[in-house]
């Protein structure tokens, strides 16, 4: 066990409405990211985080916000949902130092957006 | 971002050594190996990783080519556990890690 919990597990929400997804950890690693999976691929990239208050794009990145407050909470907030955000959302974090580690990984949100 | 190349798919009995491919000709000096994977309804499970030696763990050994430019991630014993899609990732600064299709392996008894 990682110690790593993502709230909430499940959500089912309207177009148009904020949601906020979160990471929470009891590991005090550095590194924090959040991940979306479709089906039928694999995980891609939305932000990361390097640090309390640092923060970074991934490769999917519109449409979503990260704040990090903390060392052990990472939020993922979408603004204003759409349709195309449905999706699994994995947080992980990262053991190395320098971020040169193995991540592990979040059981994952179930998000769907009607 | 360089990119690896797996199978999509691959079979193999119980109790039987199995041997997953990934061809990564692009990879740079500093990019490490990883292998994830994710059995159904979870998320990702790092297996084990390495830089230019061969790696071994509890869970499987990891032979990477001299040049570099491809990697073996060994099973050596194959369980209906096992079963699940296995990602072959080069991981770049901060451990951002660029995840592929994979290869979805099949364990029969």
């Known amino acids: 066990d990682a110690g790593i919990t993502q709230s909430p597990r499940h959500k089912v929400t309207e177009t148009g409405t904020p949601v906020t997804l979160r990471c929470h950890q009891t590991?005090?690693?550095?590194?924090m990211y959040w991940y979306r999976q479709d089906p039928g691929h694999g995980l891609r990239l939305i932000h990361y985080s390097y640090g309390v208050k640092d923060t970074d794009k991934g490769e999917v990145s519109d449409g979503y916000s990260v704040s990090r407050s903390k060392t052990e909470d990472f939020l993922l907030t979408l603004e204003s949902a759409t349709s195309s955000q449905t999706s699994v959302y994995f947080c992980?974090?990262?053991?190395?130092?320098?971020?040169?580690?193995?991540?592990?990984f979040g059981d994952g949100t179930r998000l769907s957006i009607l | 971002d360089a990119k690896t190349t797996q199978p999509n798919s691959m079979e193999s009995n119980e109790e039987e050594p199995v041997h997953l491919p990934c061809n990564h000709s692009?990879?740079?000096?500093?990019?490490?190996i990883h292998w994830y994977r994710q059995l159904p309804s979870q998320g990702p499970e790092y297996v084990i990783h390495?830089?230019?030696s061969n790696v071994n763990n509890r869970m499987a050994s990891l032979a990477i080519a001299e040049d570099r430019k491809s990697s073996t991630l060994i099973l050596h014993r194959a369980t209906l556990r096992d079963a699940a899609v296995y990602y072959c990732i080069l991981g770049g600064t901060a451990s951002k890690l660029t995840f592929g299709t994979g290869t979805r392996l099949q364990v029969t008894l």
């Open positions: 590991e005090n690693h550095r590194y």
């Open positions: 390495g830089l230019t």
């Open positions: 692009t990879i740079s000096g500093t990019d490490y």
């Open positions: 992980a974090i990262s053991h190395g130092t320098g971020g040169d580690g193995p991540q592990h």
